[in-house]
């Protein structure tokens, strides 16, 4: 049977086969990889044999042929792995040296396997060559210690670099996705809200302390009474004196939505108004002229088939009422929305089911093709996400390393893996310390770290144009 052993350098192969050492070596400016490929006291100097100082020659000598050692290159010198190198050096990037110096650049390139059979029964073993650790330089990797694979750095030179294969992590469940555990965390100040003083100027609002300083002399308890402050008294009484009256609610999607009556009439976050955003910048819906609620609410009595929307209220519009033949009835919810008849009549980020004549959110891709396009590679896939509805651009993969560089010399670690179902995926969150939204724009917020919720109800929208 055929075996495939690790490779030790050249001259223990030639020491198995004579006793001599035929080797030829470079002459003055020839190529080389290490020190043993040049003649005599030349030297391997970034590839290249180079002479140096003469050297007296040694009188005397054994008149008999003698094995001659491999000649292992000194800390400057070229090599092809550390197995080349005088200790302690290493070989890092092609040069043996203490440390590495040389910032080794990230490459899509294929990753070198090799694989190592067993010896047969009695044979002697092979003995174990030096191997390079992370970051050392390597052709194969077999050159590489247990663990680590060789990576190519140069395609004109052949050198790689030895790294991790997988670096011991899995792809997690839980995500950041959550704006809200309870209705009492979407009592805080989105960023980036401004208003107006008594005195004068605009003041950016950072705290529910500087919009009260904003409405001097009133007060939260009385700011309702002076029109000057509505807006300012609106925000605070919103979303800073929640433990008087909280209109908020957390969803079952974990998201921050409010319900307090509102007049249509209002514009704008003023009192009686309705707020624009959640505390991590999430668009809310305005005051509904029918209900009038800051919600968007079931159709009063609720539709049972689409003639029954006929003058009833569009769930997500700002007051309007469906004209005949103009809405859908979503009859587990009792909702009317405007009705759907190809793409253009959704809004960005949705599509329309041509089924139910409804938008619904469209994900991240529908197609392969459009994943290759965005990823930049050709075997991105349009993958199902784990609540079975949404769609999202993945990569596959056999390691980690398919999925991220490790960090290793100025490459940047990503946090993406390879998952179970050997596409890249996120490690996850462990902790809410972790999460950060910027849906507002305007910075980031903490979110919270949970288990994604299934969706087991389409997120309906109207059409937007006809």
């Known amino acids: 049977m055929q075996k495939l052993y690790l490779a030790f350098g050249l001259s223990v192969v030639l020491a198995a086969c004579s006793s001599k050492d035929n080797t030829k070596r470079g002459g003055d400016g020839e190529s080389c990889t290490s020190h043993n490929d040049c003649t005599g006291s030349l030297l391997c100097l970034s590839g290249v044999c180079r002479?140096?100082?003469?050297?007296a020659p040694i009188d005397g000598g054994p008149t008999t042929p003698v094995t001659v050692p491999p000649v292992l290159s000194a800390i400057g010198e070229s090599c092809t792995?550390?197995?080349d190198c005088v200790s302690p050096a290493k070989c890092y990037a092609g040069v043996c040296a203490l440390a590495p110096t040389v910032t080794v650049p990230n490459t899509d390139?294929?990753?070198i396997h090799v694989v190592v059979d067993s010896v047969d029964a009695g044979a002697a073993a092979p003995t174990n060559p030096v191997l390079g650790g992370r970051g050392e330089t390597c052709t194969q990797s077999a050159d590489c210690e247990k663990g680590l694979i060789c990576l190519p750095i140069s395609s004109s030179t052949g050198l790689g670099v030895c790294d991790k294969e997988t670096y011991g992590f899995t792809t997690g469940t839980n995500t950041c996705y959550a704006e809200c555990k309870t209705k009492e965390d979407c009592c805080e100040l989105p960023l980036g809200l401004s208003g107006s003083?008594?005195?004068?100027?605009?003041?950016?609002?950072?705290?529910?302390?500087?919009?009260?300083r904003a409405m001097k002399p009133s007060t939260g308890a009385d700011c309702s009474e002076n029109p000057a402050i509505s807006h300012e008294c609106f925000l605070y009484k919103t979303y800073c004196n929640c433990a008087a009256a909280n209109y908020w609610v957390c969803t079952d999607q974990k998201r921050c939505s409010y319900t307090n009556s509102c007049d249509p009439t209002v514009t704008g976050e003023?009192?009686?108004?309705?707020?624009?955003k959640t505390r991590a910048g999430f668009a809310l819906p305005t005051c509904n002229a029918t209900t009038k609620l800051c919600a968007a609410v079931a159709a009063a009595g609720g539709c049972k088939n689409n003639d029954e929307c006929t003058g009833m209220v569009v769930a997500d519009g700002a007051g309007e009422t469906c004209a005949a033949n103009e809405c859908v009835c979503v009859v587990s919810a009792g909702t009317c929305y405007r009705r759907c008849d190809n793409e253009l009549d959704c809004a960005p980020g949705y599509t329309c089911d041509t089924t139910q004549k409804l938008c619904k959110p469209a994900g991240e891709c529908t197609t392969n093709a459009f994943c290759a396009t965005k990823l930049k590679n050709a075997g991105a896939l349009c993958?199902?996400?784990?609540?079975?509805?949404?769609?999202?651009?993945?990569?596959?993969?056999?390691?980690?390393?398919d999925c991220s560089p490790s960090g290793l010399s100025g490459s940047a670690f990503t946090g993406l893996i390879c998952g179970a179902d050997h596409l890249c995926g996120s490690m996850g969150c462990?902790?809410?310390?972790?999460?950060?939204?910027?849906?507002?724009?305007?910075?980031?917020?903490k979110m919270f770290c949970l288990p994604p919720v299934a969706a087991t109800v389409v997120q309906w929208a109207s059409a937007i144009t006809d």
Do not use: W
């Open 51 to 55: 002479a140096t100082a003469a050297v």
């Open 81 to 83: 792995k550390t197995a």
């Open 109 to 111: 390139a294929a990753i």
């Open 197 to 212: 003083s008594l005195d004068g100027g605009t003041v950016n609002f950072n705290s529910c302390a500087d919009i009260l």
């Open 270 to 276: 003023a009192m009686k108004g309705c707020p624009t």
């Open 383 to 401: 993958a199902t996400a784990a609540d079975g509805v949404t769609k999202n651009c993945r990569l596959p993969c056999a390691t980690d390393q």
């Open 430 to 445: 462990t902790s809410d310390l972790e999460c950060a939204s910027t849906a507002s724009g305007t910075g980031s917020v």
